[in-house]
């Protein structure tokens, strides 16, 4: 196992409660882990630490969103400041300031002419922001009836209404009737015969991008508002987008006047190398959905950059009158934009997102030298993102991985996460190149025993 940081040997130890049934756990399946749980009780940098005192390296940097590794120093002391000096402002009719200067920084670390930043707590929150917004902007630039609109199959852009109608992963929408009406969905972008073990972006897919014609066309664009795509799919197993398709995208939504919306909640902050990934591809979205890496996950923001022309249109009726009948009490709350401008500085003082693209080939190069290991079927790698397709068991669809996350962690020391049978991999950003071995090490050792 990896050598505890001495902060986790010294921090006393957190008292575990006997009971465990009051919390309904979100996505899990409570009965199983309620059996035998996998108990956190503190983190710092790399590692997370059990009850126990088991240092356990964080291999998806929470849920991929500490990108600057855990309980920094900096982001620790803005906090414990920011609560002492102001610990609540609403953000309705007033304002502090540290939420402008967020919202500068990041409009500054947005492409283009996304200037403006609409802030909700939670990703789930941005994406509903976001889609509001879409069909606001229509109806105040006159073309009101522009209310459809487009997301794409293995799509996941939260659990809000919104976004589990746009999101295409069936399991997390089977269950809640009939959701949004007027949404269409574009054909995902994974073939495992043509891109099977791709480092980086496939050569093959961006024409799928074209199935976005023949949507508009079934509908018409006057009834079109939105397209809403993550650059990189994360939750659905990593599918990295084909070079050009989101070029593709962005010149049809472009010759049909139609908002592009770039769901960058896990891609944001660095973990494809840049502030967004929309840089990384070129590509400049109407509207950037963002969360997590945001305050490197140490208190919850989410937001909507949106670009100039949208928020002008808002801008022209009575100056006395509210231009956006949105927002949550705790939009720019005081402790959020405290930890996010000490994360912004974390990122910019320690090149973070310089040092994902130096990391990139390497951590590409250790985790594909898995691929002859028993049951891989497919690995993709891009930026400091990964995903390992296991076969499935065939009676029991997701097994095999259910077991490779927990025996990760119980017996490698390691945490990853799981979604059907595929393991995902986000490291924090911090990451040495000692530490990729280690957690590529740890996986050949898992992957040889799982059976
Ligand atoms: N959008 C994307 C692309 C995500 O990956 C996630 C969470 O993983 C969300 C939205 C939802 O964010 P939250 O869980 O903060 O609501």
């Known amino acids: 196992a990896a050598a505890p940081s001495p902060a986790g040997s010294l ?12 919390f309904w756990m979100p996505f899990t399946p409570n009965r199983s882990f309620k059996k035998n749980p996998r108990m956190i009780t503190r983190a710092k940098d790399m590692f997370y630490f059990t009850p126990e005192g088991r240092a356990v390296m964080d291999g998806t940097a929470g849920l991929w969103c500490t990108n600057a590794g855990h309980n920094r120093e900096p982001i620790v002391a803005a906090i414990q400041a920011q609560a002492a000096e102001l610990d609540y ?13 967020v919202a500068s920084r990041i409009a500054a670390l947005a492409p283009g002419d996304l200037d403006h930043v609409f802030f909700a707590n939670s990703g789930s929150e941005a994406v509903d922001t976001a889609l509001k917004i879409a069909i606001a902007y229509n109806n105040v630039r006159g073309q009101g009836t522009r209310t459809r609109l487009i997301g794409r199959e293995r799509g996941y852009h939260g659990v809000g209404f919104g976004g589990i109608s746009v999101g295409g992963i069936v399991s997390n929408r089977k269950q809640f009737g009939t959701l949004l009406a007027g949404v269409d969905h574009l054909p995902h972008t994974y073939n495992r015969q043509e891109q099977a073990f791709t480092k980086g972006e496939p050569d093959w897919g961006a024409h799928l991008a074209d199935e976005l014609e023949r949507i508009v066309t079934l509908h018409d664009a006057s009834t079109v508002a939105a397209v809403i795509v993550e650059p990189m799919a994360g939750s659905t197993g990593v599918l990295p987008p084909p070079k050009g398709y989101l070029q593709r995208l962005r010149a049809i939504c472009d010759r049909h006047g139609i908002l592009l919306i770039f769901d960058e909640v896990i891609s944001g902050f660095g973990r494809l190398g840049f502030g967004f990934a929309a840089e990384r591809y070129g590509v400049v979205p109407d509207m950037i959905c963002f969360a997590k890496g945001v305050t490197s996950g140490t208190v919850p923001m989410g937001g909507v950059v949106v670009r100039k022309p949208i928020y002008d249109a808002f801008m022209r009726g009575p100056e006395h009158v509210i231009e956006l009948f949105h927002g949550y009490t705790y939009s720019a709350h005081p402790l959020a934009c405290a930890a996010s401008l000490a994360a912004l500085d974390v990122y910019r003082d320690e090149d973070l997102f310089g040092h994902v693209l130096r990391m990139e080939p390497v951590w590409a190069e250790a985790i594909h030298a898995l ?3 028993p049951n891989v079927l497919d690995i993709r790698t891009v930026g400091l993102v990964a995903a390992i397709d296991l076969a499935s068991r065939p009676d029991a669809v997701g097994a095999r991985a259910y077991e490779a996350m927990d025996r990760c962690f119980r017996e490698h020391d390691l945490m990853v996460r799981i979604t059907g049978d595929t393991i995902a991999l986000t490291p924090p950003l911090i990451i040495s190149e000692t530490q990729i071995g280690d957690i590529a090490d740890k996986l050949k050792r898992l992957l040889t025993t799982l059976h």
């Open 11 to 22: 921090a006393p130890q957190a008292e575990i409660p006997n009971d465990l049934e009051a």
């Open 89 to 101: 402002a609403p953000a309705f009719q007033f304002g502090h300031p540290k939420a402008f200067s």
């Open 371 to 373: 691929r002859d290991l």
